[in-house]
Structure formats: C-alpha cells, structure tokens
C-alpha cells in the first residue's frame, strides 16, 4: 500500500498534518500560559494596591488593561494566522488561501525598514 509522502521531507502526509495540528495547539496554549503568569503577576500588585499611591494605582490599573488588550490580540493573532482556519495544517502553498499574520508581518518589516533607511539626524 502506498502512502502519501509530503515533497520536501518525505514524511507520511497524515503525520505532517497531525504534527502542524499539535503545533497549533501548543502555540494556543503557550500564548494562554504565558498570559496566566502575566495576570498572576499582575494580581500580587492587584493586591497591594490598597498600600500603593495613586500614581501606582493608576500605573497598575493601566498594565492589567494592556496585557489584557495585549492578550485578546495576541490570541485572536494566533487563531486567524491563516484562513480558513484549517489552512493553518495544509502543506502546500497552493491549498493556501491567504495569511493575515503573514500581511502584518510583512507591513510591519517595511515599517521598520523606512523607518531604519532615514539618514541619522532627519
């Protein structure tokens, strides 16, 4: 019985697909994760607000707001990284129908690269 090989590697394409599955998985999990420890750190200051002066109050008030903005974009991010979503596992670039990560990412390179390319001093 013959199986289907991906191209490049060789591998059994059920075994390609399932590992980029997994890998979307854990990358939903590592930004749910690394998100928890930033909520957990930033609950001990939640907590010692009552000590804290107002200026810090505020201050922690303002990060609890932009991690958890960090977090809805981050998330929403990684789930929309290509679409439909099930094109996140397709091998092939031609099953592919479009990458907004991909889009933000290539704007933001440019971005940085006119903003690099200025003469020091203008």
Known sequence: MD?????????????????????????????????????????????????????LKVFVMVAVWVTVAAFVANFLLTMLWCLPFHTNWYIFPREQRGSIGADIEICSGLRILKHCARPCGV
Do not use: D, M, W
């Not at 599955?21 to 009552?50: D, M, T």
């Open 3 to 55: 199986v289907p090989r991906e191209q490049s590697t060789g591998l059994p394409l059920h075994l390609v697909k399932t590992a980029l599955k997994v890998s979307v998985a854990l990358k939903c999990i590592y930004v749910v994760g690394l998100y928890a420890v930033k909520a957990a750190f930033l609950g001990i200051f939640v907590e010692l607000e009552q000590y804290l002066e107002k200026r």
